[in-house]
């Protein structure tokens, strides 16, 4: 799979801070996934985007589609200490991969 | 509960020696993938298989090898051609077609050198 741009690649934050990260391509996708990695662990899904223009929240976290369907951005409000990790977004087509470089997240309490 | 299972959660390979990574899932996904991960990078996808008895390569396949016999089942083998197999190696399953579909990862298996 080819490599997504994610900026920041990295992150320090205080507890309660808000965080906006986001992911672009040259490439016009149709669907943006969005994961989080916790330390020796396996990624999770947290989002799922469909439409140009989407936007959807899951608790704390929003992420949206941007409408030239080449970004996306996810942001996490009032940051807590169990948001550390990585976070990272994906396209895939069934037969295409394409990963971003992911966003290290650390929070201090 | 449905998931996937990657065993070991560490492994250690000497000079010259084949290592097997394990990685099953319960949740009828027709398609299957191995990732490495590195430090500082994304995930770089090794080989995948969207159907039994049949796989293709990814970005890295040169120094693995995968089988593919059973829907549930899709090992890894990190061969000693692979020459630099450190690294954190992450299974995932999708239900697998043309269409987008989220992944579902594995916990992963940390590889070292002896």
């Known amino acids: 799979g080819q490599q997504l741009n994610q900026s920041p690649q990295s992150m320090f934050i205080q507890e309660g801070e808000d965080v906006s990260m986001n992911c672009t391509s040259s490439?016009?996708?149709?669907?943006w996934l969005w994961y989080k990695q916790d330390p020796g662990e396996g990624p999770v899904l947290l989002i799922a985007l469909y439409k140009a223009g989407e936007l959807t929240s899951n608790g704390r976290l929003t992420a949206q589609f941007g409408i030239t369907r080449k970004d996306s951005f996810l942001n996490i409000s009032a940051s807590i200490p169990s948001d550390v990790g990585i976070y990272f977004c994906e396209y895939n087509t069934g037969n295409q991969f394409y990963f971003g470089t992911g966003t290290s997240l650390t929070v201090i309490p | 509960d449905g998931g996937i299972t990657q065993s070991p959660k560490y492994l250690f390979r000497k000079e010259g020696q084949n290592v097997t990574l394990s990685c099953e899932q319960n949740?009828?996904?027709?398609?299957m993938y191995w990732y490495r991960q590195d430090p500082g990078q994304g995930l770089r996808l090794i080989y995948y298989s969207q159907i039994v008895n049949d796989f293709q390569k990814g970005d890295i396949a040169e120094g693995y090898s995968v089988s593919r016999e059973k829907k549930e089942s899709f090992p890894l083998t990190v061969t000693s051609a692979q020459k630099n197999p450190t690294a954190f190696y992450l299974c995932a399953s999708s239900p697998g077609g043309t269409s987008n579909q989220p992944q579902h990862f594995g916990d992963g298996t940390r590889l070292s050198i002896l």
């Open positions: 949740l009828n996904h027709d398609a």
């Open positions: 490439s016009i996708f149709n669907t």
